[in-house]
Structures are given as C-alpha cells and as structure tokens.
Nanobody
C-alpha cells in the first residue's frame, strides 16, 4: 500500500523560507512531485524528480524552489525560498506509478497523493 505523508507546512512572512518533507512508503524509485492548490483553482504542478535525480520545475517557482530526495530515507523535499503571499496554498506530495517523469507537471499523470500540508505566507 502506497502512503505519502507531507509535513513542514506552516506560516511564514514574505521573503522567508520553508522546507516541506514527504515520507513515502510502499514505493521506491518512482517519479515524485510537488503540487499546490488554492481553493477554487486547479492543482498546480511545481516540481518533479526521477530516480536519477533529474528535475523539472514550473516557471513560477524554478528560481525559488528546489526539489530533492533522500533515497535512504525514502523521502522527498521541497525547499522554498523568497516566499511570496501568492505562494499560500495547500501543498501536496505525489508519485507516479513508475520511475519516469518526463516533462509533465500535470496532476493527472500522478497516481498517488498525500493529504497535503498548508503553507501560508503573510505580507
């Protein structure tokens, strides 16, 4: 059974930093990604990483966010810098059913999801 559990969300002031973590179980070496969603809007793909460490980022975050993974801990991370109020959202960890990520940041391409962790950035 695949389980993804996010942690690390919270409240931060604009310009600050935050690191999200995702503990994965029931899978290994799958393509992993981070998404976010604001109520009433579609889920937005932020970054993906495959088992070789190849990453892909959305233009909106590529200069501020960094995705990484720890294969020993089977964990995924999102390091977020220079946070803006518009980064306020629920953040989700997700996994595909296989190792390849390609260039997709579409939520429909990911089969497994965590429950999410809230990030709030105040001005």
């Amino acid at each position: 059974q695949v389980q993804l559990m996010e942690s690390g969300g919270g409240s931060v002031q604009a310009g600050g930093s935050l690191t999200l973590s995702c503990a994965a179980s029931g899978l290994r070496d799958n393509c992993m990604g981070w998404f976010r969603q604001i109520p009433g809007k579609e889920r937005e793909g932020l970054a993906t990483i495959d088992r070789r460490g190849k990453t892909n980022y959305a233009d909106s975050v590529k200069d501020r966010f960094t995705i990484s993974q720890d294969s020993v801990k089977n964990s995924l991370y999102l390091h977020m810098n220079s946070l803006k109020p518009e980064d306020t959202a629920m953040y989700y960890c997700a996994a595909r059913g296989f190792w390849a990520c390609g260039l997709t940041l579409q939520s429909s391409a990911f089969q497994y999801w965590g429950q999410g962790t809230q990030v709030t950035v105040s001005s």
